[in-house]
């Protein structure tokens, strides 16, 4: 009799372009238990060592299009920001405002010293220029964010956003990114001394922000022309007891053999780089319960979809398979989305002889083919078996 387990939940996870993906400055509070076994922790992210920047520009960017373009600015690619080398009054001081406090978070830019100053090599401080700043924070597997918060203030106007949308989550000026790729106001508005907020929506696995600070040109008359970003984040989230595991329904009854199931799932590696590697690519291992009596299983899956970018990625050909329980630990490689892998792992080792039926772990790894666009994907997925 054949025995089929179909996902009812998705998997989610993210990948980053071979320009890398970047460590975060930020803090993991201790897990809260509930007497349902949830546990909720708190994330503290703010700028400071771990910040990355692509360098500045003094071409308009436009929008966000071009904007979050890392190759369109000096470092032509993201390294380590630096912390400016003063707070200078009346920028948001960072020691002494209770959100940037308890975050620990500094003024970062491009440069210690600004356009104009000694020793800073970044263009005219009579010119506008723009820069592109980035940071990352990881969620685990099965995180329900139950709310996330920004707080940033930048010299002279910044646009935040959040993973590979080209649309801002915020603006310094609220309604649209105007003072950020508009005409330069007439006025000075003093954005570094207000904190500007925005509520947004992280997911599990990795969550990148990318600022956008434009810093406005100054009088002829000047001889340096300061600017910086500050930011900080809280994300509240919980993890259920079941966090990680895909659920599923079962076709047929359980015996003595052992009912086909999938006990849970383990990411192993969810953040990944678009070249084509298997190696570099995502990867899962899939705990399955596989009755005694029918050792052929076959796994399928539905091609891989960003919501936010509107972007797939094929199942067919890069997907692949395989088990150190099976007769053959060579990988299967998943032709087609939604079609049973071929040939079955042949089942012949159990990882747990005193539990009904074969326990065996299936690994599952996926590679991003080049020019795979960034951003979190999901996916559902089959299991089946069979007699031998």
């Known amino acids: 009799m054949r025995k089929i387990i179909r996902a009812t939940l998705v998997m989610l996870t993210t990948f980053a372009l071979v320009f890398g993906t970047f460590g975060s400055l930020f803090v993991v509070s201790a897990p809260r238990a509930h007497a349902d076994g949830t546990s909720c922790s708190v994330i503290t992210l703010g700028s400071g060592a771990t910040t990355q920047t692509a360098g500045y520009t003094e071409t308009n960017p436009v929008s966000g299009v071009a904007a979050l373009v890392p190759s369109n600015y000096s470092n032509e690619q993201f390294v380590a920001a630096s912390t400016t080398q003063a707070m200078i009054p009346p920028w948001v001081d960072p020691s002494t405002n209770s959100v940037f406090a308890s975050s620990s978070a500094v003024?970062?830019?491009?440069?210690?010293?600004?356009?104009?100053?000694?020793?800073?090599?970044?263009?005219?401080?009579?010119?506008?220029?723009?820069?592109?700043?980035?940071?990352?924070?990881?969620?685990?597997?099965?995180?329900?964010?139950?709310?996330?918060?920004?707080?940033?203030?930048?010299?002279?106007?910044?646009?935040?956003?959040?993973?590979?949308?080209?649309?801002?989550?915020?603006?310094?000026?609220?309604?649209?990114?105007?003072?950020?790729?508009?005409?330069?106001?007439?006025?000075?508005?003093?954005?570094?001394?207000?904190?500007?907020?925005?509520?947004?929506?992280?997911?599990?696995?990795?969550?990148?922000?990318?600022?956008?600070?434009?810093?406005?040109?100054?009088?002829?008359?000047?001889?340096?022309?300061?600017?910086?970003?500050?930011?900080?984040?809280?994300?509240?989230?919980?993890?259920?007891?079941t966090a990680g595991t895909i659920g599923g329904t079962v076709t047929g009854g359980a015996s003595s053999d052992g009912a086909l199931a999938v006990t849970s799932v383990t990411a192993t590696q969810t953040s990944a780089s678009a070249d084509g590697t298997f190696g570099n690519g995502w990867k899962y291992t899939f705990h399955i319960t596989d009755p005694n009596n029918e050792p052929d299983l076959s796994l399928k899956f539905a091609d891989w979809f960003n919501a936010v970018a509107s972007s797939t990625i094929p199942a067919g050909g890069n997907i692949q398979i395989s088990s150190a329980q099976a007769s053959s630990t060579s990988p299967v490689v998943i032709t087609a989305a939604n079609v049973y892998s071929t040939p079955a792992l042949t089942l012949v080792t159990d990882l747990d002889p005193a539990t009904p039926g074969r326990q065996v772990d299936v690994v599952v790894e996926v590679k991003i083919p080049a020019g795979s666009i960034n951003g979190a994907y999901t996916t559902s997925y089959g299991v089946q078996s069979l007699p031998h």
Do not use: H, K, M
């Open 107 to 241: 003024w970062v830019s491009t440069n210690p010293t600004w356009p104009g100053g000694t020793g800073n090599t970044e263009g005219s401080f009579a010119i506008d220029q723009w820069r592109l700043f980035q940071d990352s924070v990881v969620l685990p597997v099965g995180a329900v964010v139950t709310n996330a918060t920004l707080w940033y203030t930048a010299d002279n106007a910044a646009a935040v956003y959040l993973n590979s949308a080209t649309t801002p989550i915020a603006t310094t000026n609220a309604s649209t990114s105007e003072d950020v790729y508009g005409v330069t106001p007439a006025a000075d508005a003093s954005n570094f001394g207000q904190v500007f907020t925005t509520s947004f929506v992280p997911t599990a696995g990795t969550n990148t922000l990318n600022f956008v600070v434009r810093n406005w040109s100054v009088a002829s008359s000047s001889t340096q022309n300061p600017t910086g970003l500050l930011y900080a984040a809280v994300i509240n989230y919980c993890v259920s007891p």
